[in-house]
């Protein structure tokens, strides 16, 4: 990644609001209307040799109910007679039943370590389909949402190896060539970890091509390439062009080079990593600093040459290299600056700080081939200057000069287990990182399609408010523009613990998560008053609300899914669907 552009996350501050009061509860009741499934759902428990938080976060908590976003207020999900079921919505209270659409050709109960059915709508009239045995089916299904148009017709049906599920896949023409790629995760088995899970994540970037030739039309796999980590990613997407690819993870990943390619990254590799011996030793008190540096046999003072300056040093051998040359952190008195060569064949400088005090961080500016010793009486001295931010005594004094950290103070929604994260841009011809943003403690909580033309947008915990963030691939300067800004539920989410799925409706009027058992909630944000209010302690008046809404459903079934659309949740559960009206049309 040395080569990578470094970025940030750039928040606009006319999307945030300082004044933001909380969420009211409100009673008003919500529509809430349920759908009996002529068979469940085809969910795939957890095998016993799928027991890591990897296989846990992969499959475990999938998503079994898609939303087609390029048509409004339709639904997928896949049953245990491995039919494709959709449910599509205009009038609430004339709710049809989920209608097959498509039916997999395979048997999929004969398959044991199968892992379950995914879909992902490529374009308005594509999708990429997986029965979970490791097989992809690319359909094109006509206009969907409509009986009359809608018909599903396999143009690509292939083995690719172990089982899957589909990440994420897009459609695109290039060169008057129509292809359509593929993102397929696989966690799988890694014999050389013997000190972690013993796992590791594949990421499978398939490009399939339309081949035209006389008397012959089909689609084939032109390219395959595999990416690796450590972590299942909390995000990844292709570019709609194609040409790349965004991955937000806790660990990195990396693209698995053919064997040549692998034989100079190794080399690489090697060579950067070498631990390679200090050049230089370096100490330091108030007053001054001492350096030593190890010389060849047969030196004498007369084959080595120091020169300082006031804010420089160079210090070389007869007919070589400078040892050390550059910068000094700070200003030296080089009138008194010595040194000397020892009995154990290493010379040894002394510079006199010009300011007495300071600890220097480094010697010489960005070098990193010296090495600090401390010595114990400077140790000790540190860990005592440090040692009120460890006490466990509580603070009974705030006031006085040092006053102790209290780890009772913080409450667990400010405790980031994954602070590592960062998101990464692949480039598909280079297959090098051309841009990353290390997050920090902006927790990945959702992502979501506001636009199916562009890449999905995911959502970060900032503060305590969530912002949402839409690539934009073409555009270099601007890559992840903020979008959007869910008023304090970065705070909100981290104290619902048994929360299973997150997401927001695309024209962002509302957030909604919910529970692995029966209970939606649902934060809409702030909306003008068609009544007077006035804020009870300060007497002024209440011009929006923020409404905090929950729904208890009639089941006991767990949820298997969640998606959300500008009016209406959709709530799967292995036998029931729910669909909540949150909004009203307009």
């Known amino acids: 990644m040395a080569g990578a552009a470094h970025c940030s996350l750039q928040a606009k501050r006319l999307l945030l609001d300082p004044k933001f009061e909380g969420y009211k509860l409100s009673l008003e009741p919500l529509a809430c209307y349920q759908l009996g499934l002529d068979a469940a759902v085809a969910e795939v428990k957890l095998r016993d040799d799928q027991y ?28 245990q007679f491995g039919r494709v ?11 049809q039943k989920p209608r097959e659409v498509f039916r997999l050709p395979t048997d999929m109960t004969a398959y044991d370590d199968r892992l379950c059915a995914s879909i992902h709508f490529s374009s308005s009239t594509w999708v990429a389909l997986s029965d979970g045995t490791g097989r992809l089916y ?67 970037w398939v490009t399939i091509a339309e081949i035209r030739e006389e008397g012959d039309h089909r689609y084939e796999i032109c390219k ?37 390619n692998k034989l100079e990254e190794n080399d690489d590799t090697k060579a ?62 080089h009138e008194s600056c010595t040194w000397i060569i020892r009995e154990n064949k290493s010379l040894e400088i002394s510079l006199i ?38 006490s466990e005594v509580m603070n009974l004094n705030p006031e006085k000069e040092n006053p102790p950290c209290n780890a009772q103070e913080l409450e667990e929604c400010d405790a980031f287990l994954e602070d590592g994260a960062s998101l990464c841009r692949f480039d598909g011809d280079t297959l090098k990182v051309t841009h990353i943003i290390h997050l920090g403690s902006n927790q990945y909580l959702f992502s979501v399609v506001v636009d199916p033309r562009e890449m999905p947008c995911f959502c970060l915990r900032h503060d305590v408010d969530a912002l949402l963030w839409q690539p934009h691939s073409d555009q270099p300067e601007n890559m992840w523009e903020h ?21 927001c409706a695309p024209d962002y009027s509302y957030a909604a998560l919910c529970e692995c058992l029966r209970r939606v909630f649902i934060y809409r944000q702030p909306t003008p008053l068609s009544t007077v209010l006035y804020n009870r302690k300060e007497g002024r008046q209440v011009g929006q609300v923020a409404k905090q809404l929950v729904a208890t459903l009639e089941a006991h079934d767990p949820i298997l899914g969640f998606q959300a659309t500008s009016e209406r949740l959709f709530v799967l559960t292995t036998k029931t669907m729910f669909l909540i009206k949150v909004n009203s049309g307009n």
């Open 85 to 95: 079921m959709n449910l599509s919505v205009t009038l609430d209270t004339a709710l």
């Open 483 to 503: 979008i959007a800004t869910f008023n304090a539920l970065g705070y909100v989410q981290a104290s619902k613990q048994d929360k299973k799925f997150m997401a």
């Open 138 to 204: 690319l359909i094109k299904s006509g206009k969907r949402g409509n009986g009359a148009s809608e018909k599903w017709e396999i143009v690509f049906n292939e083995e690719l190896g172990s089982p899957f599920v589909i990440a994420h896949s897009v459609s695109f023409v290039k060169s008057d060539t129509h292809s359509i790629a593929v993102l397929l995760l696989r966690v799988e088995k890694d014999e050389l970890d013997t000190k972690g899970s013993g796992f590791h994540i594949t990421l499978e």
């Open 353 to 390: 700080k010009k300011n007495e005090g300071p600890r220097w961080p480094e010697l010489i500016v960005g070098d990193t081939r010296g090495e600090f010793i401390m010595d114990s009486a400077q140790c000790s001295e540190i860990a005592e200057s440090l040692m009120h931010l460890t």
């Open 52 to 79: 890591t938080l990897d296989h846990m976060r992969a499959f475990g908590m999938y998503n079994y109910l898609h939303l087609d976003s390029w048509y409004q207020d339709s639904v997928y999900y896949v049953d």
């Open 224 to 260: 395959r390439r595999v990416l690796q980590g450590k972590s299942v990613p909390h995000y990844a997407a292709i570019e709609p062009s194609g040409d790349g690819l965004m991955i937000l993870s806790y660990k990195p990943f990396k693209f698995m080079q053919d064997e040549d």
């Open 272 to 333: 950067t990593n070498e631990k390679k011996d200090p050049v230089y030793y370096w100490q330091q008190t108030e007053e001054d600093v001492t350096v030593t540096v190890h010389v060849p046999e047969g030196i004498t003072k007369d084959d080595v040459k120091v020169r300082f300056s006031h804010d420089n040093i160079c210090v070389a051998l007869k007919d070589q290299p400078p040892l050390m040359e550059g910068k000094l952190y700070s200003f030296v008195d």
